[in-house]
């Protein structure tokens, strides 16, 4: 078989990375081509276009770059038409992927959906275009089938394919003292920092996150980086603050931190699968903060809050995400903070609902399954 994946961002291309690897356990003659990153290719896909090419978010980013963004469909759907694949497998990214789901399906291929966008956050009547352009959705939170059920679409809940990426690297990684000696990190607690892996994410969020830090000089800093950033990106807004920025250690650091500031999105459930206490943080430009408040139904925007279904970490978002909230929630949580051990206590119960490993594995194989 002929599989197209297409995945808008780094957490797309870790899950779809397992996927790849998965489909060419069920299907060794497979040819697998992705819109998507470093690990899909590693995987074994043939990269077409990474994502750092082609993932805009928020409002005002778009619109800046929206003739990028016509020219990317262009030719993402030149791509499919050239390669005329068997399975066309949309990860998250929706703003892109409805698209192409609507220009695929009409075309007459098949369009499975794997990770589903966040509908039940915002503009939910946009699942309407799921039931009419995507074969099969693959949900992988377990709150989403009920929402899905609602608009009459049949999804089974298989698994989170994060708690098996978290358990295998959990595995492979060292000990806390050879982690230490390896990121040239001393004797000190760890507060760690994941400010994102866009851009403005970063230039939004991570100079508040200095600020608050600097009222703990009995912890050392530590800026975890992602590699399709530069680094003077970084040093620019790190300045004169104590700060040690260490590239795609992500895992590493979380697993010695003492506690954690962490952009809203995939990295606050890797946050809570590893175990770390986490304040989350999030802020974006004027425009789209503004938008966002209007149009977001949900009550929580971490994965950890809405799998529990209450308010396990705190969230801090636009103005409040400010030097003395983030301060004062950070002192909760480290240790002998008050707040810490009931949101340990919460990640046991998220572990719980996510249920057991392998859901890459079963996602693959009902992938290649034949078509009715």
């Known amino acids: 078989m002929k599989f197209f994946i297409i995945a808008g961002e780094q957490s797309g291309d870790l899950h779809g990375s397992n996927l790849v690897k998965e489909?060419?356990?069920?299907?060794?003659?497979?040819?697998?081509?992705?819109?998507?990153?470093?690990?899909?290719?590693?995987?074994?896909?043939?990269?077409?276009?990474?994502?750092?090419?082609?993932?805009?978010?928020?409002?005002?980013?778009?619109?800046?770059?929206?003739?990028?963004?016509?020219?990317?469909?262009?030719?993402?759907?030149?791509?499919?038409?050239?390669?005329?694949?068997?399975?066309?497998?949309?990860?998250?990214?929706?703003?892109?992927?409805?698209?192409?789901?609507?220009?695929?399906?009409?075309?007459?291929?098949?369009?499975?959906?794997?990770?589903?966008?966040?509908?039940?956050?915002?503009?939910?009547?946009?699942?309407?275009?799921?039931?009419?352009?995507?074969?099969?959705?693959?949900?992988?939170?377990?709150?989403?089938?009920?929402?899905?059920?609602?608009?009459?679409?049949?999804?089974?809940?298989?698994?989170?394919?994060?708690?098996?990426?978290?358990?295998?690297?959990?595995?492979?990684?060292?000990?806390?003292?050879?982690?230490?000696?390896?990121?040239?990190?001393?004797?000190?607690?760890?507060?760690?920092?994941?400010?994102?892996?866009?851009?403005?994410?970063?230039?939004?969020?991570?100079?508040?996150?200095?600020?608050?830090?600097s009222h703990f000089p009995e912890h050392q800093i530590v800026l975890a980086g992602v590699k399709n950033l530069p680094d003077d990106l970084y040093m620019k807004i790190i300045g004169d603050y104590p700060v040690k920025l260490i590239k795609e250690k992500t895992y590493e650091i979380l697993s010695i931190a003492d506690a954690a500031l962490v952009t809203s999105g995939t990295a606050t459930l890797e946050t809570a699968l590893i175990g770390t206490p986490q304040v989350v943080c999030y802020k974006s430009d004027p425009i789209s903060m503004l938008i966002g408040w209007i149009v977001i139904k949900v009550k929580y925007i971490s994965l950890v809050n809405l799998i529990a279904d209450r308010e396990v970490v705190k969230e801090l978002i636009g103005f409040n995400a400010n030097e003395k909230n983030i301060r004062s929630e950070l002192e909760s949580i480290v240790q002998g903070g008050e707040k810490r051990k009931s949101m340990l206590e919460g990640y046991r119960d998220i572990k719980e609902r996510l249920g057991s490993s392998g859901a890459s594995e079963r996602i693959a194989a009902e992938i290649v399954k034949p078509t009715v």
């Open 23 to 213: 489909l060419f356990k069920q299907d060794d003659r497979a040819e697998i081509y992705c819109w998507g990153g470093d690990l899909m290719e590693k995987a074994g896909a043939t990269l077409l276009m990474h994502y750092k090419k082609s993932a805009f978010m928020g409002f005002s980013i778009i619109l800046k770059n929206l003739t990028t963004i016509i020219e990317n469909f262009k030719l993402c759907k030149k791509d499919i038409e050239r390669i005329k694949p068997d399975r066309i497998i949309l990860i998250d990214y929706a703003g892109f992927n409805l698209r192409i789901a609507k220009f695929a399906k009409n075309r007459g291929y098949t369009v499975y959906y794997y990770i589903s966008p966040k509908f039940w956050a915002w503009n939910e009547r946009r699942v309407k275009k799921v039931k009419k352009f995507v074969d099969r959705m693959f949900i992988i939170f377990p709150f989403e089938e009920q929402f899905y059920k609602k608009w009459d679409i049949p999804v089974n809940y298989l698994g989170n394919p994060l708690s098996d990426e978290i358990e295998k690297r959990l595995r492979e990684i060292p000990s806390p003292e050879n982690i230490r000696k390896e990121l040239a990190l001393g004797e000190k607690p760890v507060i760690a920092i994941l400010a994102g892996s866009r851009r403005h994410e970063v230039e939004d969020i991570l100079p508040p996150m200095l600020r608050a830090t």
